[in-house]
């Protein structure tokens, strides 16, 4: 289950009428993450692993912030949905 944590004022967008300026969805790492309806710059939380991602909404992927999850060496990672 995927909860969405709103943010911020509403704004009309062409995907979405009234989409959140910035939102966090907060899932488990099983949770398949969404893409469609999700603005740029939204970030998705993995509360079982700690990992942050960012939903980059030109290539509609979300990359994976290189400070996340447990230690690592930097750099950002595609997430393949």
Do not use: C
Request: charged fraction near 20%; avoid cysteine.
């Amino acid at each position: 289950m995927i909860s969405l944590i709103e943010s911020g004022n509403l704004v009309n967008t062409e995907v979405s009428p009234m989409i959140p300026r910035s939102a966090e969805l907060v899932g488990l790492s099983t949770d398949s993450k969404p893409t469609e309806g999700v603005g740029n710059g939204w970030t998705f939380i993995e509360m079982d692993t700690g990992k942050v991602f960012f939903y980059n909404a030109a290539d509609e992927e979300w990359l994976e912030f290189a400070g996340s999850g447990g230690g690592g060496q930097g750099g950002s990672n595609v997430y393949e949905h």
